[in-house]
């Protein structure tokens, strides 16, 4: 079992920045990768970013070149890091942690991008 908590969400303008946290009950060292998720209102959960027990990454094509995902290991925490923000990055942020085959989720943190 991994219980994952996130924190760091909030309201912020148009072109701000965020980070965000998810700090994991197990070390992260052994979970094989850790992920953001986001849900927007009427709309399906989709990948934001993910980094490997390697150290690889990838992005969503709409977050590209405006968010960092990183993990420190020895706090057993991912971030991410959203500049640039727009209106359609509002939406609850989910933190994943896939580990042996299982996937766990944290109860997720809001990000509200409006002026």
């Known amino acids: 079992q991994v219980q994952l908590v996130e924190s760091g969400g909030g309201l912020v303008q148009p072109g701000g920045s965020l980070r965000l946290s998810c700090a994991a009950s197990?070390?992260?060292?052994?979970?094989?990768?850790m992920s953001w998720h986001r849900q927007a209102p009427g709309k399906q959960r989709e990948l934001v970013a993910a980094i490997s027990s390697g150290g690889g990454t990838n992005y969503a094509d709409s977050v590209k070149g405006r968010c960092t995902i990183s993990r420190d290991n020895a706090k057993n925490t991912v971030h991410l890091q959203m500049n640039v923000l727009k209106s359609e990055d509002t939406a609850v942020y989910y933190c994943?942690?896939?580990?042996?085959?299982?996937?766990?989720w944290g109860q997720g943190t809001q990000v509200t991008v409006s002026s």
């Open positions: 994943k942690a896939r580990k042996s085959g299982a996937n766990y």
């Open positions: 197990a070390s992260i060292g052994s979970i094989d990768v």
